[in-house]
C-alpha cells in the first residue's frame, strides 16, 4: 500500500494488476509466492507484514455503490486512514486504473473526502466535527453512512526492483494478500495478489511481472477484475444462495469452483447457476 496521498482538488490515480489464486490450497500457492526472490528480471525484496482492518460504508440507498464508489476505514499500524476509490477506468481483465484518494483520519481528511463525495454528487448529511476519542463509524453515522462490508487482510509486500539495475527507489509493490471476509454468519478466505505501480513506472512493467508469475504459477494464478469490494458482495451472495458445500474447503477458502461461479455472477450481475446434479 502506497502512503496515504494529500487530499488535493483532483484525486491521484491508482494503477495496480491484480492476479486471484485459484488452487486446490491457495494458502501454499501463495507461501510460494511470497518465498520468491526473483521472477524473471525482477529482484523482490521483502518488506512488512501487516494485519489490515478494512470497514466499508455507504448511505442505506446505496448511492455510492450506484456511482461506482468505495469508501474504507481503515485500521492498520494504530492509525486509521479513510479512503475514497472510483471505478475501475481499465478495460483489461487483470488491470484496474481508478481514482484513489486516501487521508489519514480526522476533521481534516474528513472533510476532503465529504467534498469528494459532493463532487461525485453525493452530498451527506452535515455533522459535528469528529470528537478527540469518538470512534471513526460512529463519526460516519452522523453523516448518514453505514458499514456494508468487513474483512481483515495479513499483507506480505514485495518491493519490485530490476535486476541489473541499482535502485533506491523500488519499481513497484507487489502485496500478497490473505482476506478473510466476515459476517455474523461466519468467514470465508479469499487470497489475492496485487501488483501496484510506483511513480513513475507504467502499465507495462505491471503487466510484464504478472506475466512471469502466471507463467511460474499456471494455472494457479488467474487475472481478477474485480475490486475487493465488489467480491465480497458477491462472495456474500454466492454463500446464501448455494451455502458453503463444495464452494469452500475446510479451513473455509474459496475452492476453485467458486471462483466460476462468482466469475458468472460479477459479469452478469445475476446469482449463478446451480450446477446440475445427475
Given at each position: 500500500?502506497?502512503?496515504?496521498?494529500?487530499?488535493?482538488?483532483?484525486?491521484?490515480?491508482?494503477?495496480?494488476?491484480?492476479?486471484?489464486?485459484?488452487?486446490?490450497a491457495p494458502d501454499?500457492?501463495?507461501?510460494?509466492?511470497?518465498d520468491l526472490a526473483?521472477?524473471?528480471?525482477?529482484?523482490?525484496?521483502?518488506?512488512?507484514?501487516?494485519?489490515?482492518?478494512?470497514?466499508?460504508?455507504?448511505?442505506?440507498?446505496?448511492?455510492?455503490?450506484?456511482?461506482?464508489?468505495?469508501?474504507?476505514?481503515?485500521?492498520?499500524?494504530?492509525?486509521?486512514?479513510?479512503?475514497?476509490?472510483?471505478?475501475?477506468?481499465?478495460?483489461?481483465?487483470?488491470?484496474?486504473?481508478?481514482?484513489?484518494?486516501?487521508?489519514?483520519?480526522?476533521?481534516?481528511?474528513?472533510?476532503?473526502?465529504?467534498?469528494?463525495?459532493?463532487?461525485?454528487?453525493?452530498?451527506?448529511?452535515?455533522?459535528?466535527?469528529?470528537?478527540?476519542?469518538?470512534?471513526?463509524?460512529?463519526?460516519?453515522?452522523?453523516?448518514?453512512?453505514?458499514?456494508?462490508?468487513?474483512?481483515?487482510?495479513?499483507?506480505?509486500?514485495?518491493?519490485?526492483?530490476?535486476?541489473?539495475?541499482?535502485?533506491?527507489?523500488?519499481?513497484?509493490?507487489?502485496?500478497?494478500?490473505?482476506?478473510?471476509?466476515?459476517?455474523?454468519?461466519?468467514?470465508?478466505?479469499?487470497?489475492?495478489?496485487?501488483?501496484?505501480?510506483?511513480?513513475?513506472?507504467?502499465?507495462?512493467?505491471?503487466?510484464?511481472?504478472?506475466?512471469?508469475?502466471?507463467?511460474?504459477?499456471?494455472?494457479?494464478?488467474?487475472?481478477?477484475?474485480?475490486?475487493?469490494?465488489?467480491?465480497?458482495?458477491a462472495v456474500a451472495?454466492?454463500?446464501?444462495?448455494?451455502?458453503?458445500?463444495?464452494?469452500?474447503?475446510?479451513?473455509?477458502?474459496?475452492?476453485?469452483?467458486?471462483?466460476?461461479?462468482?466469475?458468472?455472477?460479477?459479469?452478469?450481475?445475476?446469482?449463478?447457476?446451480?450446477?446440475?446434479?445427475?
Amino acid at each position: 500500500m502506497m502512503p496515504p496521498r494529500s487530499a488535493g482538488r483532483t484525486a491521484p490515480l491508482e494503477i495496480e494488476v491484480k492476479l486471484i489464486v485459484c488452487a486446490p490450497a491457495p494458502d501454499r500457492v501463495a507461501a510460494a509466492v511470497a518465498d520468491l526472490a526473483r521472477i524473471g528480471p525482477y529482484r523482490l525484496a521483502p518488506g512488512q507484514r501487516q494485519q489490515i482492518m478494512d470497514r466499508y460504508f455507504d448511505t442505506p440507498d446505496g448511492a455510492l455503490d450506484r456511482k461506482g464508489l468505495g469508501l474504507r476505514l481503515r485500521d492498520q499500524d494504530d492509525r486509521c486512514r479513510l479512503a475514497l476509490k472510483g471505478p475501475s477506468q481499465s478495460e483489461r481483465p487483470e488491470l484496474a486504473q481508478r481514482m484513489e484518494l486516501e487521508v489519514f483520519w480526522g476533521t481534516k481528511g474528513l472533510t476532503a473526502i465529504l467534498e469528494a463525495l459532493a463532487a461525485e454528487g453525493i452530498a451527506l448529511p452535515p455533522a459535528a466535527a469528529p470528537g478527540r476519542r469518538e470512534p471513526a463509524a460512529a463519526v460516519l453515522a452522523r453523516h448518514g453512512l453505514v458499514p456494508i462490508q468487513e474483512r481483515e487482510t495479513i499483507r506480505q509486500v514485495r518491493n519490485v526492483f530490476k535486476v541489473q539495475t541499482p535502485a533506491l527507489l523500488p519499481l513497484a509493490e507487489m502485496a500478497i494478500d490473505a482476506v478473510a471476509y466476515r459476517w455474523a454468519t461466519g468467514t470465508v478466505g479469499h487470497h489475492e495478489i496485487e501488483i501496484e505501480a510506483c511513480p513513475g513506472t507504467g502499465v507495462t512493467l505491471l503487466l510484464a511481472l504478472a506475466g512471469h508469475l502466471r507463467t511460474r504459477f499456471t494455472p494457479f494464478l488467474q487475472p481478477w477484475a474485480q475490486s475487493k469490494l465488489a467480491t465480497g458482495h458477491a462472495v456474500a451472495r454466492l454463500m446464501a444462495a448455494e451455502g458453503g458445500a463444495g464452494l469452500v474447503d475446510d479451513a473455509h477458502h474459496l475452492r476453485p469452483p467458486a471462483y466460476d461461479r462468482l466469475r458468472q455472477m460479477l459479469s452478469t450481475g445475476t446469482p449463478p447457476q446451480r450446477p446440475h446434479t445427475p
